[in-house]
T-cell receptor
């Protein structure tokens, strides 16, 4: 089975621009979660999508948004970029049970975003 | 609410044993995960404990005590390649994983 893929792997943007990151989950996985990781901060949860619906949302401003398509691929968008948005953005897919139980998450390689 | 704590950094010697602790407060416990993350790479799954006790997987073992809100990851016969960050994570009442900040493990020859 192919793993989780993310594109692009590296991105350099300037303040005020917007960016869209893409994530393709493992085949059959319907849940996709997005995380921001910065040195010393650990993984900060952005949001989770399940069957095209946002199921959970972290504590990030509205500039961060996402969506999921019918094939479970997901995109994350950040508008009006700020210097502090420079980070590694990771997506993870999983196959939760019907009751929403948490299962192991499989991570993609991440997109390293640098905002100048 | 849920809060997960783990030490920021630990140092150990090649060939030795190290125990990385993780404590949590949760209002809706549903298991505890351990992940390994090498510098510049994505986290990879190590273990998942949902019942009390020790689970062993080769050189790595993970322990859970639900009554104490405590878990640890035990690494035996340390190798240089074990130098990485180790993350513990637990689901909140919405089954969303809450992550600790990670423990950076430095292995010295």
């Amino acid at each position: 089975k192919a793993g989780v893929t993310q594109t692009p792997r590296y991105l350099i943007k300037t303040r005020g621009q917007q960016v869209t990151l893409s994530c393709s989950p493992i085949s059959g996985h319907r849940s996709v979660s997005w995380y921001q990781q910065t040195p010393g901060q650990g993984l900060q949860f952005l949001f989770e999508y399940f069957s095209e619906t946002q199921r959970n949302k972290g504590n990030f401003p509205g500039r961060f948004s996402g969506r999921q398509f019918s094939n479970s691929r997901s995109e994350m968008n950040v508008s009006t970029l700020e210097l502090g948005d420079s980070a590694l953005y990771l997506c993870a897919s999983s196959s939760p049970g019907a009751g929403g139980q948490t299962y192991e998450q499989y991570f993609g390689p991440g997109t390293r975003l640098t905002v100048t | 609410g849920q809060n997960i704590d783990q030490p920021t950094e630990m140092t150990a010697t090649e060939g030795a044993i190290v125990q990385i602790n993780c404590t949590y407060q949760t209002s809706g416990f549903n298991g505890l995960f351990w992940y390994q993350q090498h510098a510049g790479e994505a986290p990879t799954f190590l273990s998942y404990n949902v019942l009390d006790g020790l689970e062993e997987k080769g050189r790595f073992s993970s322990f859970l005590s639900r009554s104490k809100g405590y878990s640890y990851l035990l690494l035996k016969e340390l190798q240089m390649k074990d130098s990485a960050s180790y993350l513990c994570a637990g689901p909140d009442s919405n089954y969303q994983l809450i992550w600790g900040a990670g423990t950076k493990l430095i292995i010295k020859p």
